[in-house]
């Protein structure tokens, strides 16, 4: 992609999973990257994404609905970098309880983490952005499910369906700027967040046909989509939603001509 080497990335939630991948690809491009993890149980994980991602890479501990922790991370990766030209906001969670059972301690846990983090590390970003030349690039890691229901994971959805418009509202706000705010939608997933159906054939077969693809993807094709929109391949596009979801959002029970 033209425009990704010598850049400076962050990714939040890059340990494993799309984030991992989101990472390698980065690297991959020539971009020095930061890799974010949650807390000192991740960091093993942080330090194998390290090794995988190359010399150029640095971690960064931080828990991204923690205001402060958020506020000292980006200060990090800009003294450590000399500055921040990317920001993939990829930290996510989810929590699966049919809602009349949802309490709410579960409720805002999963908001803080998916919408109340993209908030707060992309207004930091932002605020990079505006005091130097030269704009910035935005990428959230949104879902379809920022469009479709996803019975018993009601936090999950909203928090995806709030990424839209925030993504949206911050492309509006500062486009004038210099500053591009996307977001990619991935459907299902070979990652470990999906590892109950992965691992159990019927569950899998059954996941499968539902996308019109007949697969999932792996988190190497949400990677590229990132790459992509964080390019100058792409500097004509902000307040956009990206589906890389195999036809996931093109309602696939209507393959057939059910009705009239």
Request: proline share 5%; net charge neutral; aromatic share 6%.
């Amino acid at each position: 992609m033209n425009g990704l080497r010598g850049k400076n990335v962050l990714i939040t939630g890059a340990s494993s999973g799309i984030g991992l991948g989101i990472a390698i690809r980065f690297a991959q491009e020539g971009s020095n990257v930061a890799i974010n993890y949650r807390s000192v149980s991740e960091r093993p994980e942080a330090e194998a994404a390290r090794q995988l991602t190359g010399k150029k890479t640095i971690l960064i501990e931080a828990d991204v609905s923690n205001e402060a922790q958020v506020a000292q991370m980006i200060a990090a990766v800009v003294a450590r970098f000399g500055r921040l030209d990317v920001l993939v906001n990829n930290a996510g969670i989810q929590k699966p309880t049919p809602s009349d059972q949802l309490t709410l301690e579960d409720y805002e846990r999963v908001l803080a983490v998916n919408l109340r983090g993209p908030f707060l590390c992309s207004r930091e970003a932002i605020r990079h952005f505006l005091s130097r030349p030269g704009g910035g690039v935005i990428v959230n890691n949104s879902s379809v499910h920022e469009t479709i229901p996803k019975p018993q994971y009601l936090s999950y959805s909203i928090s995806k369906g709030g990424l839209e418009n925030l993504t949206r509202t911050l492309a509006l706000e500062y486009a004038a700027q210099g500053i591009r705010v996307n977001a990619v939608g991935p459907g299902a997933v070979v990652t470990p967040i999906n590892k109950a159906w992965i691992d159990d054939p019927q569950k899998r077969a059954l996941v499968e046909t539902h996308i019109p693809m007949g697969r999932p993807a792996d988190p190497a094709e949400i990677a590229s989509v990132f790459a992509f929109l964080a390019s100058d391949e792409a500097t004509y596009i902000t307040g956009q939603t990206l589906f890389a979801c195999g036809g996931l959002t093109l309602f696939p029970e209507f393959r057939t001509a059910w009705s009239s």
